[in-house]
């Protein structure tokens, strides 16, 4: 797993490696279970999604996410939320918006930070390396494709994923 993987608390680890046997990985029963809400809704144009403070939630935080979007974009967005959640929250504040570019007030490190860790949450390591072992072992955009479907990402988050781009 990333270095990212190594800076959440054993606790949330806990909470969060039964997921990662089974894909496609339930992403919103990982942030219920981590005590965050997720709802879909309407956001201003070129918003993929925001966590903000909500006292209505057991963890004291709420994930909305463009429900405008494509699901498996949807996907993306709420385990990129879920990222901010684990890593930055004590940079929260009032909350984080995230364009469509995954762009937010906080620094370029810090999405990129949320955008591996989410990847990694989509796209376990072990999982991958498995599923791509029986396929043929060798990566292709046709592989990409079917590991898209399977683990319900874009293609292009699993191309990124595998190396291809
Ligand atoms: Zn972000």
Redesign the pocket.
């Known amino acids: 797993m990333s270095r990212e993987w190594d800076r959440i608390s054993k606790d949330e680890r806990a909470i969060i490696a039964p997921y990662l046997e089974h894909v496609p990985v339930k992403v919103a029963s990982i942030a219920r279970e981590l005590g965050i809400e997720v709802k879909s809704a309407t956001l201003r144009p070129r918003i993929s999604g925001q966590i903000q403070r909500s006292d209505l939630s057991p963890s004291g935080y709420r994930i909305r996410v463009n429900r405008h979007e494509t699901p498996s974009r949807q996907r993306f967005t709420i385990a ?2 879920i990222a ?1 959640y684990l890593l930055h929250r004590e940079q929260i504040g009032d909350g ?1 918006e ?1 364009s469509i570019l ?1 762009r ?1 007030t ?1 620094s370029d490190t810090r ?1 990129a930070e ?1 955008n591996r860790l989410g990847a990694q949450l989509l796209m376990p390591e072990a999982s991958v390396i498995r599923t791509l072992r029986e396929l043929g072992g060798r990566p292709t955009t046709e592989i990409a494709r079917i590991m898209a479907e399977r683990y319900d990402v874009s293609e292009s988050a699993m191309s990124i994923r595998l190396g291809l781009s």
């Open positions: 990129h939320e901010h984080i995230d995954y937010s906080l999405e949320a």
